[in-house]
Each structure stands twice: as structure tokens, then as C-alpha cells.
């Protein structure tokens, strides 16, 4: 089955920027959308990127929409996303999330989960 592991994450400056990385193995992206969400204590775990299978289409949550890209490797069977001008409330844990194609904004619907990677903002 699809799994997912994430890497990248770390303790930034306000302003700074980060790519975090999803490689992925057991299965080709080919078949996967894959989203990040973020969990954040005390709040709900909140979609901020997808990629479909084809990575032609991307969605964003409107409040990162700029400052977000979400990209795809295929030779790598990698998903990134990368993270310009960080901002305090972009801290959390992210995660990487494969569902079967077409992407999703309800965290439930997709089946795998990596292990998370860790985003501090410094002010």
C-alpha cells in the first residue's frame, strides 16, 4: 500500500521560507491526489494544499494562496510544497495525505498519512 513519509520541516524565522518533502513508495503517484494538512493544538486540522494525480490541478486554502506552491516529482515519487514568506501562523505539524485521485478539502476522506514534519515560526 501507499506510504507516505515527510521531511523538511525545522525552526524558521517570520519572512523565511521552507520546502517540505512527501516521498512516497509502495505505490505510484500516478493513482494518488496528495494534500497536506496541518494540525495546529487546540484547532481543527486544517487542508492547505493538494495536488491530483496528475498534478495538473492544485487547490489551495485561500489563506496561504501565494505564499503556498504545491508541486509533484515524478521520477522521484515525490509530492513538495513549498513555503515562502512564513508567517507565525503557519506553525504545526503538517502532514502528507494520499486519497485516490481527485483531491479532497474533508480530512476523512483520505486513507494514508505520513508521520508528520514539524514547522516553527521564530518571530
Known amino acids: 500500500q501507499l506510504q507516505l513519509v515527510e521531511s523538511g520541516g525545522g525552526v524558521v524565522q517570520a519572512g523565511g521560507s521552507l520546502r517540505l518533502s512527501c516521498a512516497a513508495s509502495g505505490k505510484t503517484l500516478d493513482e494518488y491526489a496528495i494534500g497536506w494538512f496541518r494540525q495546529v493544538p487546540g484547532q481543527e486540522t486544517e487542508g492547505v494544499a493538494c495536488?491530483?494525480?496528475?498534478?495538473?490541478?492544485?487547490i489551495y486554502v485561500e489563506s496561504v494562496n501565494g505564499r503556498f506552491t504545491i508541486s509533484k516529482d515524478n521520477a522521484k515519487n515525490t509530492v513538495y510544497l513549498q513555503i515562502d514568506n512564513l508567517k507565525p501562523e503557519d506553525a504545526g505539524v503538517y502532514y502528507c495525505?494520499?486519497?485516490?485521485?481527485?483531491?479532497?478539502?474533508?480530512?476523512?476522506?483520505?486513507?494514508?498519512w505520513g508521520q508528520g514534519t514539524h514547522v516553527t515560526v521564530s518571530s
Open positions: 495536488i491530483t494525480h496528475t498534478g495538473v490541478s492544485a
Open positions: 495525505t494520499g486519497r485516490a485521485f481527485l483531491c479532497s478539502d474533508t480530512w476523512g476522506h483520505y486513507r494514508f
